[in-house]
């Protein structure tokens, strides 16, 4: 605590990001970082865009990776906008879009950063409870609202909500802005940028940091109406005009480039999953249906931070979360086949003892 503090810090509850040990041969499953690397077009583009250049402003638009992000998805240029990590444009959707004087609406469990946006912002916001079966129930959330916001597939259980129950969610509340968090939708989702020309309050958020291996980059995106987009970039552009670098849209542009590498790594992510939840359903685990690149389990006969404490005496770290409701699920990012092998054979051990 310091007196020199604006009192809004004071009230502030942070963000906790995953672990980044300083740990060598690690065996790191607890931030859902992408086990494989990008594509070798990023990397070439990175190091040709990394000349005398660099002395230059980038682009504060991102244009070039505007318009390959919009013609990807079969959108306009003014329908996409760009910003340093897809936690940025969330903090600017946030400013830009979801104060208002009736409460933002958001699940109960879902990716702790919306929170603290709200505290840092002076949001209010009511938290709506997932089902027993930890899903969002869409009927929950025909009330008063300043907004609507929830992660898709969940973050951290991996649940899916399927597109036409985002469609019913739009069609029943016009007067406010919907956004959807596609973090993860590339392993095993529909995104939802496919409904945006239909509803001017919808606003979809991904980040390329998951399936495109980028999370070194920096890179999101939302795309939505716009009138949605104007708003966002008249907050960007009270805080930071050139939010990406040189080297960021040219690596970026790159991955659209490679689709075929895109493919195949979001492929051997889906197919590891499925392998690793039938090991761990086989080791006694329970483990929600995930669309992600994580599993979220728990074990009746055992205590998970305990089964965490041990796994990071082995060499592997997996993320557990204090929260209420979900104290007693590890969440496990998907890694190399090696690397869950190792996970598995670790637990086996642990479970043993």
């Given at each position: 605590m310091s007196q020199y503090w604006s009192e809004v810090v004071h009230k502030l509850t942070p963000y906790v990001p995953g672990e980044q040990p300083k740990?060598?041969?690690?065996?790191?499953?607890?931030?859902?970082?992408?086990?494989?690397p990008p594509s070798p077009r990023v990397l070439a583009a990175i190091q040709q865009a990394a000349s005398a250049d660099l002395r230059l402003y980038p682009d504060p638009g991102s244009d070039s990776l505007r318009d390959t992000i919009a013609a990807y998805h079969g959108l306009q240029a003014e329908q996409i906008f760009i910003g340093n990590s897809s936690d940025e444009v969330l903090a600017h959707t946030f400013q830009a879009l979801?104060?208002?004087?009736?409460?933002?609406?958001?699940?109960?469990?879902?990716?702790?950063?919306?929170?603290?946006?709200?505290?840092?912002?002076?949001?209010?916001?009511?938290?709506?409870?997932?089902?027993?079966?930890?899903?969002l129930n869409v009927e929950d959330y025909l009330q008063a609202n300043g907004g609507i916001i929830?992660?898709?597939?969940?973050?951290?259980?991996?649940?899916?909500?399927?597109?036409?129950?985002?469609?019913?969610?739009?069609?029943?509340?016009?007067?406010?802005?919907?956004?959807?968090?596609?973090?993860?939708?590339?392993?095993?989702?529909?995104?939802?940028?496919?409904?945006?020309?239909?509803?001017?309050?919808?606003?979809?958020?991904?980040?390329?940091?998951?399936?495109?291996?980028?999370?070194?980059?920096?890179?999101?995106?939302?795309?939505?109406?716009?009138?949605?987009?104007?708003?966002?970039?008249?907050?960007?552009?009270?805080?930071?005009?050139?939010?990406l670098d040189r080297l960021a849209v040219a690596g970026a542009i790159a991955s659209f480039e490679d689709e075929a590498h895109f493919q195949q790594n979001c492929a051997a992510i889906i197919a590891s999953r499925d392998r690793l939840t039938d090991s761990l359903n086989h080791l006694g685990f329970e483990v929600l249906s995930s669309a992600a690149n994580f599993v979220f389990a728990r074990h009746p006969q055992h205590e998970v931070l305990q089964l965490a404490q041990g796994l990071r005496a082995a060499g592997i770290i997996v993320r557990h979360f204090k929260q209420e409701r979900i104290s007693e699920f590890l969440r496990i990012s998907i890694g190399t086949d090696v690397e869950c092998e190792a996970l598995v054979s670790a637990l086996k051990i642990l479970l043993q003892a």
């Open positions: 740990i060598d041969r690690l065996i790191k499953l607890n931030t859902n970082e992408n086990p494989y979801l104060k208002h004087e009736q409460p933002l609406l958001c699940p109960d469990i879902s990716y702790s950063f919306y929170p603290v946006y709200c505290g840092l912002y002076g949001i209010s916001y009511r938290s709506i409870p997932l089902d027993a079966d930890f899903r929830f992660a898709n597939p969940n973050a951290p259980t991996g649940c899916l909500l399927e597109l036409d129950k985002i469609e019913f969610l739009l069609q029943h509340n016009r007067d406010s802005v919907v956004v959807v968090d596609e973090a993860y939708v590339d392993f095993g989702g529909s995104t939802a940028i496919t409904l945006i020309n239909k509803y001017p309050n919808f606003l979809v958020i991904q980040t390329l940091s998951k399936s495109r291996s980028l999370a070194g980059l920096r890179v999101g995106f939302a795309a939505g109406h716009p009138d949605l987009i104007a708003g966002l970039n008249r907050v960007k552009n009270s805080f930071n005009c050139y939010p």
